[in-house]
């Protein structure tokens, strides 16, 4: 599936020589790199094109896995605040191959979302879990109302 984006309008700035983009989830500004790029041209495209509600995205979490602490990238809660999909982003230059995914796979395990997506910003996939397996799914799945 490709990323549309209908507005490209971005907060950036130059902070101590070093850029930053604003982050309208965080309500912050961070540091703007490849993969940050991606994560927030991600979370645009959710809240403009597919109007996912802002206050359901929770971005950069730190979650131990195996022991050890890691971050997830994109995290959708549904309306009773549970995790619903978990999102990977991935720099523009990096090919999202079952290494992502398993990177992905390994914080589902903790999270416990329903959906997974891997994106680079050009593409994304997107999985369903149903009883313990994930499929591939062609779409990205409208924001549950219930």
Known sequence: MEIMLS??????REQDKLPQ???????KWVAFGPEEWVRQIFIKWLIEDHQY???SISVERTIEVNGQSKRFD?????RHARPWML?????????????????LLS????VGSTHLVITNGKECRVATIEKGTAAWVPSLPEYPIV
């Open 7 to 12: 507005n490209g309008d971005f907060r950036v």
């Open 21 to 27: 983009i604003f982050d309208p989830v965080r309500r």
């Open 53 to 55: 509600p802002p206050s």
């Open 74 to 78: 994109i995290m959708i809660a549904d």
């Open 87 to 103: 999102i990977e982003c991935k720099a523009m230059d990096v090919r999202l191959s079952e290494e992502v995914l398993m990177q």
């Open 107 to 110: 914080y589902q395990s903790v």
